[in-house]
């Protein structure tokens, strides 16, 4: 049996808007096993966003919880939960968020300098990474003389260089077009079949269907169906 990595417990992310409550997740359940590529898809204000958000422990819940392998986020000092954000889990926007005045290799090397990875072997393992992602003649560019496609993989270098235990995928392919987009989407397929535990967040349902194992769909911060994805992962590839 697989083992069960993340879990929440009639999780719930309230806030207001003016006099008005938002609900924005609303009592959801969700395990996932480890290894597995989950699928979050709704349109947008379906609460999507905000439950990847604190899974990854960058909000907190109304009520609720959340555990990771058995371990509430909530009992975590504040030490402690920027050490997950920074060891444990790996993030992807569709946004990209690179720093412009960086160049590709320094962004991607960011992400090794609060986990306090020495200096040179940032170097080396951003390096690494990049070439693995087909960036090897972008080192040197700065986030404005690259194409859409090329952020999004130096963000997705970024979120890989820690070796995370999780990736976070929050609409990845939200601001590319579509030869980019399957390339981004082919990238996580890759990644999940060598074991990668990846939760991606999508209002394209072909595209969730086309990438992850398991599809849960959500409306108004509540789940409304959950299915078996039809992509099957039986061949095993190489990221190189």
């Known amino acids: 049996m697989a083992e069960s990595w993340l879990k929440t417990f009639n999780l719930c992310r309230y806030y207001r808007r003016g006099p008005t409550e938002v609900k924005a997740v609303d009592n959801v359940d969700i395990t996932l096993e480890k290894g597995e590529c989950l699928g979050l898809v ?59 005045h960086y160049t590709a290799l320094g962004n991607v090397e960011m992400a090794l300098f609060f986990n306090k990875t020495p200096r040179p072997v940032r170097r080396r393992l951003a390096i690494e990474i990049m070439e693995k992602l087909s960036l090897a003649d972008r080192l040197d560019h700065r986030p404005a003389d690259l194409s859409g496609g090329e952020q999004q993989r130096v963000a997705l270098a970024r979120a890989l260089v820690k070796k995370p235990e999780i990736l976070f995928a929050d609409e990845p392919t939200g601001n590319l077009d579509q030869d980019n987009s399957r390339h981004i989407a082919s990238l996580l397929k890759r990644l999940n079949l060598q074991g990668l535990t990846i939760i991606l967040v999508t209002h394209d349902l072909e595209l969730a269907r086309s990438t992850t194992g398991r599809i849960i769909k959500m409306h108004y911060g509540q789940i409304i169906e959950t299915s078996t994805s039809p992509s099957k992962r039986n061949d095993h590839h190489d990221l190189a």
Not at 42 to 62: E, I
Not at 70 to 92: I, Q
């Open 42 to 100: 709704g349109s947008s204000g379906s609460g999507k966003s905000t439950l990847l958000n604190l899974m990854a422990g960058l909000d907190t819940p109304t009520s609720g919880h959340i555990e990771i392998e058995g371990h509430s986020l909530a009992t975590l000092s504040r030490r402690e939960l920027a050490a997950y954000r920074a060891y444990r889990v790996g993030m992807v926007f569709q946004s990209f968020n690179l720093i412009p």
